[in-house]
């Protein structure tokens, strides 16, 4: 069983930056690729980012490409997402996930084995 908890959620201002990690428990993280995905109100869960399982490929929805980075530390068994120039569109609850797969391909396809609970992402106008 894997348990992964997001931290790192708050308010911030249009044009600022936060970052929002995920940690993972379980001996397996490494093997897995992993993703971010949020959900504003009213809207579905969309795709944000994934990023392979040793993190030499990351994969952006348009978006956020440019503005938002994923990275991952397997010896913290922790991915992050770096969010610069965020806007008011960008609030959401953020969930990670972790593929049943190695690829970025395995996040946007799925299936996604593992959800975190979510980090709420307030952008201020």
């Known amino acids: 069983q894997v348990q992964l908890v997001e931290s790192g959620g708050g308010l911030v201002q249009a044009g600022g930056s936060l970052r929002v990690s995920c940690a993972a428990s379980?001996?397996?993280?490494?093997?897995?690729?992993m993703g971010w995905f949020r959900q504003a109100p009213g809207k579905e869960r969309e795709f944000v980012a994934a990023i392979g399982w040793s993190g030499g490929s990351t994969y952006y929805a348009d978006s956020v490409k440019g503005r938002f980075t994923i990275s991952r530390d397997n010896a913290k068994n922790t991915v992050y997402l770096q969010m610069n120039s965020l806007k008011p569109e960008d609030t959401a609850v953020y969930y990670c996930a972790q593929a049943t797969g190695h690829t970025t391909v395995a996040v946007t396809t799925g299936p996604l084995g593992y959800w975190g609970q979510g980090t709420q992402v307030t952008v201020s106008s």
């Open positions: 379980g001996r397996t993280f490494s093997s897995h690729a």
